[in-house]
Every structure is written in C-alpha cells, then in structure tokens.
C-alpha cells in the first residue's frame, strides 16, 4: 500500500520529484555562477586590498564572501539529493553535517551583511561620533565574535527532522519528553526567525535614516552620499528577496501542520524548499552589491580579472586606492 503524502512528507521524501529536479537544475546553476565570482573577489581581497591592513569595513566584506563560498559548497549535496527524490541526506551524520554548513554559514552572510550597513548607517548620520563598531571594525576579533556567537544558535537546527519542518509534530510522547521536544522545536524555530527578521528591521532602519540623511543634505557633495543610499536601499531589496520569502513561506507550513490537511502541507512544504533555493541566491548577488556600488571596487576588479573592458585612457585602481575612505562612503561597499 503506497505511503500517504503526509507520510512522505514526514520521512522527508520529495512528493513531487520532476519539480524538485528542478529546484536542483537551478542550484547548480547558481553554484556554476556564484562559486568563480565569489572566489575571484576573495582573491582581490587577499592579495590585492590585503583587508587585514585596511582601515574600512573590508573585513566585514571578506567573511561575507567567505560565508558566501563555504554555503555554495553545500550545493551539490543538496541538487544530489533533491535529484534523487528526497528533501535530505538520508545519511544522519551527513544530514546534521549539512544542516550545520547550511545554517552557520546563511547566519554569518546575513550578519556580516547587516554589520557592513550598520557600519554604513553610522559613517552616513553619525559621521562624527565615536561608536563601538568602529573601534572594534579595524581588528578581527569582532569577526571572530560573530562567528563564535553564531555556533550556538546553529546547533538547535542541526536536527535533522528541522528540513523537512516536523516540529511540534502530534506523536505519542506524553509528559516530561513532549515538554522537551516542545521547547527544542520552540527554540530551533524562533533560531530560525529572529535570524532573518531582525536583520531585517535593522536595514530597514538603516535605510530610511540614510535617506532622510540624503534628503536634508542641502550643501557638499551629495554624489557619495547617494551612493550610500543606492548601496543600502540594494542591500535591503536583495534581503527581501532572498530571504523573507521563505521566512513566510515556512510560517505557513508551520501553521498548515496543525491546521490544514495532507494537500496543502504537501504545497506548503514544495513552496518552502524552492523558496529556500531562491534564498541561496544571495550567495550571487552579494559579490555584485559590492563590486557595482562601488566605483573603485568595481574599477580594481575589471582591471584585474577583465582587462580588456577597462577603456584606454581610464586610471587603473591599485590597492593603496581601493583603501581610501570617504566618511560617508567607504569604498568598498
């Protein structure tokens, strides 16, 4: 007798597999894109800004990037399985390996990211005053700190029945163990939220100040400080685009477990994890924010890897350049 779809669903079985072929199709093509992009910015870093001796955010920018590449490897795990009809690694080892790859490295882009526009939110309304970002951007250890506060929020999602979202599921665990698995769900599900939604509020905030910013600047030079705008108001449509989709997508599978039945879980459930592949997306479009809001980045990179589109008679961008900052542009993004 063939499994129910909530079964399947259950055992983390893709119940539609030419779509999930799909969503796999289009993973590897985002890890085709984004892996040389990705590696050929954290080249530029290295040998050519040398971001441990800069004094802008290009630290920040640099665990970006590697969060970026440590997250398109877990791609090709991921097409495989979907491929091959399941939503995860049947493998427990390698399934809560993945988890862990996949969550650390999503958090830590996402938190770099809203650094680097906190970071721009104070050069842009707070030029003048002193903070704490910018006393602890100039060395590593804050990147550090970040990715070592990052450990523990990833653990709770290293479980491998949180892919294929069987929490608070109905089982027969009475009394001291539903308590238990009630607030490992809780807590790996408010993990799961507050990781995208207060970013969010943060660059939405950053956002509308620097534009206010922008709007009462009645004198100087407002070229860079429209850059600024342009840099934020991107970060934040990339964000929204890549990542509060799913964040909604998943609230209604949650809700649809407890209140809908097995079709609409099973739509529920296919909508989030393409929902999911399109949050990996961000891996592509991060190298792009910062190498075309900036025309020194973008300059150093064209001169480096595509020589031939750079016009003649236009300067070349050398390290010592691409290091200059502007109190309300920092060059890089």
């Not at 063939?2 to 030419?18: F, H, P, R, V, Y």
């Amino acid at each position: 007798m063939a499994n129910s779809t909530n079964q399947l669903i259950e055992d983390c079985n893709a119940t539609n597999k030419s779509l999930y072929k799909f969503y796999a199709a289009v993973m590897i093509v985002i890890f085709i894109l984004a892996l040389p992009l990705n590696a050929s910015v954290l080249h530029l870093f290295i040998f050519k800004l040398k971001f441990w001796k800069s004094n802008t955010n290009n630290i920040f920018l640099f665990n970006l990037v590697l969060a970026d590449i440590l997250l398109l490897f877990c791609l090709p795990m991921k097409a495989y399985n979907f491929i091959h009809g399941v939503r995860r690694s049947k493998d427990d080892t390698v399934c809560k390996a993945m988890l862990f790859m996949l969550f650390l490295n999503r958090g830590a882009s996402i938190a770099f990211l809203t650094v680097t526009s906190i970071d721009r939110y104070f050069n842009v309304v707070h030029p003048g005053r002193k903070n704490l970002l910018r006393a602890l951007k100039k060395s590593p250890q804050i990147s550090i700190l970040i990715w070592l506060f990052l450990l523990p929020l990833t653990i709770p999602t290293m479980l491998k029945n949180f892919e294929c979202c069987n929490s608070h599921k109905d089982d027969d665990k009475k009394g001291e163990d539903a308590l238990i698995k009630d607030v490992v769900d809780s807590l790996r599900e408010t993990v799961f939220f507050t990781q995208i939604i207060i970013p969010f509020i943060i660059l939405v905030y950053c956002t509308v100040r620097i534009v206010n910013r922008l709007r009462k600047k009645t004198v100087g030079d407002r070229t860079k400080l429209r850059r600024a705008v342009f840099l934020v108001t991107t970060v934040m449509v990339v964000f929204s685009l890549c990542f509060l989709p799913c964040t909604i997508a998943r609230m209604v599978l949650l809700i649809a477990r407890v209140n809908a039945g097995e079709n609409f879980q099973d739509k529920a459930a296919v909508a989030f994890d393409g929902l999911m592949v399109l949050s990996y997306m961000d891996c592509l479009l991060d190298p792009l924010i910062y190498c075309f809001c900036s025309t020194k980045f973008k300059a150093l990179y064209l001169s480096n890897y595509f020589p031939y589109l750079v016009k003649n008679g236009e300067p070349t961008v050398d390290s010592s350049t691409a290091n200059t900052r502007h109190p309300t542009c920092n060059t890089v993004i």
